[in-house]
């Protein structure tokens, strides 16, 4: 178990050196760096700007560059926003707070949701209750999600007055109440990305119901005299588990992808919004801080489901 | 299960061993013809295209984006079929037009991406050991990436940026995908007697690709490039929304549903938002229903008999 982890952990290593490669790559072809403001400025003589080039270290050879721009980031220092004229990370750090809210919640309700439908659908294929639920993975998996949480904000949010239509926490709210109206602010994003998300996870659980309960083992069950809801229980849904784990890791990174989106259309104050403001501006530190702040979370994504693989599925680890 | 028993005695091998067997395409086309929903869809999205490519040669599209300032906002009328948009232009135009460079887009992508995601697949499926190995691990490893953002940054960081250059950027993301679909099959198919018996009789690798496993990866391709095609669509009009597809000026569906993002336009202006959605619904929900039947179809287990 331990050994599985420990090697799997070491996999990530390079695939976090390959990341920072490429988000470095990328920062260098972003155009100005930080003395490009002070060109402007009729204070700063040439020789100056070119002192402070040097002092930042922005002569250098490029591996030095990158290595003194990795040695930074994993102290978490990723420079100064051009606009804001604060630490990036200081920008940042509040964003990630509200992010990470959204994309728990949206987790939670992800499965929440896929289990009993899966479950369902698989149990009693064929049925009405199935058809629905197909029926509703069918339009979901081709549905745009900016489109379906646009059409959840136009009803819910403008139409009926049910839901806050942007923001993340009514101002001037302490304790429990700071604490309600968050949860009251993330419910429809949530719930919108959650709706889309959702899809994947319950079709593969549902096919994998339909085919374990067709197993030799689950007819031993049956003829050994298991009741029938504990051969769902105990039997058919541990196995059917199998595929959740699998697409784990997918369903983070669509929710990281998602979030931009859903950010964007509810003016929820998360790192994607923060993105998508900051390229608009062309403030390129915060750009490249998200973007590999990002990469790192859907890589701990992937990790996390194969460490949950391993655990409810021991072929794995042998493997 | 009375599916999987009928599943078993289409796949009996006595019923395949009968006369020749059609080749992979026809038998995808008649699973198309007889499925009813597929067929609908496919004569849909068959229709909409025409109109959309057909259409604009009459329309002039500097006609259509020529800001108007005094027919701002202006409601459905007999003048402006959809009514206009902030700059009083005409949105029926916009949305044929803009439904116009959402296909061509996404059938550039689906076309660029297929071919890396081919050319990787088949040689790591075909080679196996090292090759697939590396090649995978590659795959793993895109896959882990936030393609969303690192596609955004890019849109903005290429100079002279236009729409190949765009077709470019989003198929550099979208390849893996398709890489492992065909990767696994091409793996199971290098294990089967023709190949091995072929290779013994001394073809080369390039004649044994291109002439025996293509051919019989062809209804696998044909399936995930249909089921690609309505997810391109779908990205590309995602990046027109957040505002970083179609360089300015040209109409796209995703940025008439950009404008929606005003809560004024959200509420009351219904026209310039809800058509274009419906739209990109309806071309994703029908060419995703051919592409499921192709799936059917190909995959001899899932044939509704």
Redesign the interface.
Known sequence: MWKFIVRRIIIMFPQLVLLSMIVFILAQLMPGDVTSSLAMDPNVSPEQQEQIREDLGLNEPWHTQYLNWVGSVVQGDFGHSFTHSVPVSDLIWHRMVNSIWLGVAALIFVYMLALPLGLISGRWNDTIADRLITGYTYIGFAAPLFIFALVMLFIFGFQLGWFPTGGSVDPGLTGWDFFTSKVYHLLLPALSLALIGTVTTVQYLRSEVIETKQKEFISTARAKGVPEPKVYTNHIFRNSLLPIAAVFGYEVTTLIGGSIFVEQIFSYPGMGQLFLESIQVRDFPVVTAIVMLFGVAAILGALLSDIIMSIVDPRIRIK | ?EQ?QQAETMADPQDMDAGKSPPGWRILLTEVLRDKVALFSLLLVVSIMMIVYLVPLFLSQEEIVRVDLFAIHEPPSSEFWLGTDYGGRDVFGQLIIGTRNSLTVGIGVTAVSGMIGIILGVVAGYFGNTVDNIIMRIVD?F????????V???I??VPQYTVWSFIFIMSMFLWMGIARIIRSKALRERELDYIKASRTLGSSHLKIIFTQLMPNLSSIIIVTMTLNL?ANI?IE??LS???FGFPEETPSLGTL?SY??N?TT??ERWWI?VPA?IL??VL??SI?NVGQALRRAADAKQRRG
Request: charged share 5%; glycine share 8%.
């Open positions: 299960m999987s490893f896959f882990v990436l936030p393609t969303l953002l690192i955004i940054v890019f903005v960081i309505a779908g009009s995602g929304f957040l505002g549903i929606a993002t809560p959200l509420e938002w959605s990109i619904l994703m929900l995703n």
